[in-house]
């Protein structure tokens, strides 16, 4: 059966914010957030070869041209991702689903996007990005304020889609989830193009674990973990990953990873969950907030205006 998408019919606002968030998906796609923007600076000056300094050199020409052309900077445009803090009392609480799917529909056919949504075990694209289940959704209601947060992603097929979680018994220990993260990071291959951005999650449960791996890569390069004993394991799993010497693209270097991000939250005394995603170095990540007239900050493309 094919896929069918009706353009949902959106009040006035909701429709401001739709046409929004369709230009800001395609600022995505082609300009890098000012985090991986200026960690990439640091990483091409501690690398000396000169095949990694050419590595840098065409990322710095890739993304020059991309944001010259407004063109998407990688062919895999991934699939859209929406990670969202929202007030119970902000007006567009109950269009915010049929307001992401139109902008990623609008967007796709504007920035335009690679069309990636293919239809399970049907196997046909549907040719609009869209699909049952695409663009993801993650929602989360904290309090009762009118303002909206937006954390907007494209989770490609190399970077992110492909992570990995499992549960360990407790037995194992928190040595375990290093255990773990360096076992997928030297054995199953990485599909991301470093230098990448890790992210853990330490959970109860296989999904919490790899929710939690997904919103690590939410957070800034250059961020620490606000719990101690996370933030110790941050610092000595980018030593670990960096040793391995994976370098800009895998050709080696000093450095294979722009940070290592883990976020945590309370697990079950029996179990230990772990989970990792791993991001390019082109991490195509943005943060749109919204108050409740939709006046909105962009706090990760300085100078950017939609």
């Not at 992110?160 to 037995?171: E, K, R």
């Not at 995603?277 to 943005?286: A, F, I, L, N």
């Amino acid at each position: 059966m094919l896929y069918e998408y009706t353009e949902p019919i959106l009040s006035e606002q909701g429709s401001k914010m739709r046409d929004i968030m369709a230009d800001y998906i395609s600022v995505v796609s082609h300009r890098l957030p000012d985090d991986v923007a200026k960690k990439l600076k640091e990483l091409a000056k501690i690398e000396v070869d000169p095949l990694q300094q050419l590595v840098y050199d065409t990322m710095r020409e890739n993304q020059l041209l991309a944001e010259k052309m407004k063109r998407p900077s990688c062919q895999d445009t991934g699939a859209l991702q929406f990670f969202v803090r929202c007030g119970s009392h902000f007006p567009l609480l109950g269009e915010l689903n049929s307001i992401f799917k139109d902008a990623v529909y609008r967007a796709t056919k504007e920035a335009p996007l690679r069309h990636n949504a293919v239809q399970t075990f049907d196997e046909y694209n549907t040719g609009l990005n869209i699909g049952n289940g695409i663009p993801s959704v993650f929602l989360d209601v904290p309090d009762d304020s009118d303002k909206i947060e937006i954390y907007v992603y494209m989770a490609g097929g190399g970077c992110t889609l492909p992570g990995a979680a499992m549960v360990l018994m407790p037995g194992e220990g928190y040595e375990g989830v290093v255990r773990f993260v360096m076992d997928q990071m030297t054995s199953y291959g990485i599909n991301a193009c470093p230098p990448l951005l890790v992210g853990v999650g330490v959970a109860t449960s296989v999904e919490t674990a790899a929710m939690n791996s997904k919103l690590a890569l939410m957070r800034t390069v250059d961020s620490v973990s606000p719990n101690a004993n996370a933030a110790k394991m941050e610092h000595l799993l980018e030593d670990g990953i960096n040793n391995i010497g994976l370098g800009p693209q895998g050709f080696g270097g000093k450095k294979s990873v722009m940070g290592v991000n883990v976020v945590n939250t309370a697990r079950h005394p029996s179990t230990i969950g772990v989970g990792i995603s791993t991001g390019c170095w082109s991490h195509r990540r943005g943060k749109i907030d919204f108050d409740a007239e939709l006046n909105y900050e962009l706090p990760l493309n300085e100078g950017v205006e939609l």
